[in-house]
């Protein structure tokens, strides 16, 4: 089945009483209801879903000096996909971050919604990875912020 995972921040300062009053309750340039969306598909043909509400997240990497990093992460949502290959998936979203889900079944597979609080900033390091900037390992946040930087200036 196919298994797609839509994320959106949400602007704590989107007014559906404006948007009621002046534009049929749509968002306006100036009102808009999410800061980003994020959308992508997991890879590969999923045979088993499965949403683990206390989960922690291993954090796995290479330091650009090619020494392995590897990092738990408590208090984690993880989305678990298991692939018809055996392989299993995890997407992680830091629990205190998320103001809701939702999962809908169609005939085409799962689509699957998370909304992300505003409040506190999100690191998304990768697709499908997305930790509280609090819980992020602190040696890693600097890595990230480079790996952003280059990818604005191309």
Same mark, same amino acid.
Request: with cysteine.
């Given at each position: 089945m196919k298994v797609t995972v839509n994320v959106k921040l949400i602007n704590s300062k989107f007014n559906q009483a404006y948007a009621d009053k002046e534009n049929e309750g749509l968002e306006t340039e100036d009102n808009y209801r999410y800061l980003?969306?994020?959308?992508?598909?997991?890879?590969?043909?999923?045979t088993h879903f499965k949403v683990n509400n206390q989960g922690a997240y291993v954090l796995k990497g290479v330091y650009p000096n090619g020494k392995s990093f #590897?990092? @738990?992460? @408590?208090?984690?949502?993880?989305?678990?996909?298991?692939? #018809?290959?055996?392989q299993i998936t995890q997407l992680p979203f830091s629990k $205190?971050?998320? #103001? $809701?889900?939702?999962k809908k079944e169609t005939p085409q597979g799962i689509i699957f919604n998370v909304y992300l609080k #505003?409040?506190?900033?999100v690191i998304n390091p990768m697709t499908g990875v997305?930790?509280? $900037?609090?819980?992020?390992?602190e040696e890693l946040i600097a890595l990230v912020k480079e790996q952003d930087d280059d990818e604005q200036e191309e």
């Open positions: 980003w969306e994020d959308e992508f598909e997991v890879s590969g043909d999923v #590897s990092f @738990e992460i @408590e208090n984690i949502m993880l989305v678990e996909c298991t692939l #018809s290959n055996g $205190k971050a998320i #103001s $809701k889900t939702e #505003s409040a506190n900033p997305y930790i509280l $900037k609090e819980d992020f390992p």
